[in-house]
């Protein structure tokens, strides 16, 4: 599967953003979906995860009860929906894509064998 992230953008804190990301190929609905993000100078960390068929989700700490995923399996489309956004959340963001079973997600960076390009979001203060 090939992954395509948008929807990043400049903002200001406090503000919303979207993000999605398009999955080509016929078995979207065969991966569970995550969303991971660098900052300059770190490592990719975890943002949230789907299982396939979008009933179990997963958020790193640092953005429950701000973000939330969903995704659209006839669309082939995950989304990422970033509220109340802060500086620390200025990074680039990738989609991934896990082929394992159903109703399950991981944070695992390395469960994740499909990934996207990425998308900058930066948040001013």
């Known amino acids: 599967v090939q992954l395509q992230a948008s929807g990043g953008g400049l903002v200001q804190a406090g503000a919303s953003l979207r993000l999605s990301c398009e999955a080509s190929?016929?078995?979207?609905?065969?991966?569970?979906m995550g969303w991971f993000r660098q900052a300059p100078g770190k490592e990719r960390a975890f943002v949230s995860g789907?299982?396939?068929?979008?009933?179990?989700?997963l958020y790193a700490e640092s953005v429950k009860g701000r973000f939330t995923i969903s995704r659209d399996n006839a669309k082939n489309m995950v989304y990422l929906q970033m509220n109340v956004l802060k500086p620390e959340d200025t990074a680039v963001y990738f989609c991934?894509?896990?082929?394992?079973?159903?109703?399950?997600?991981?944070?695992?960076?390395?469960?994740?064998?499909?990934w996207g390009q990425g998308t900058q979001v930066t948040v001013s203060s």
């Open positions: 190929g016929r078995t979207f609905s065969g991966y569970a």
């Open positions: 991934a894509a896990d082929h394992t079973v159903s109703g399950v997600v991981y944070s695992t960076e390395s469960r994740y064998d499909h």
């Open positions: 789907i299982s396939r068929g979008g009933l179990k989700t």
